[in-house]
């Protein structure tokens, strides 16, 4: 049975997720090092876009090199 969206908005969202879990890092800390590579955003913000699992490719990407995160296994 072919995936459907919300299927793959969970699997998005549990890559990350799991990236910042493996890191221990928070929302709060996520934000900071965000605003480090000049992507400004709210921990609000961040954490709805996470929960709900809906967000860009770019926005994956600058969570992932501001985490320091070089490689993703899916």
Known sequence: MPKTGKDWEDQVK???KAEL???NISYAELVGKLADIG???S????R??????KFTAVFLIQCLEA???SELRL
């Open 43 to 46: 921990e609000p913000n961040v």
């Open 14 to 16: 549990g890559l990350l």
């Open 39 to 41: 992507v400004m955003d």
């Open 48 to 53: 709805n876009k996470l929960s709900r699992g």
């Open 21 to 23: 879990k493996r890191r």
């Open 67 to 69: 985490i320091g995160a």
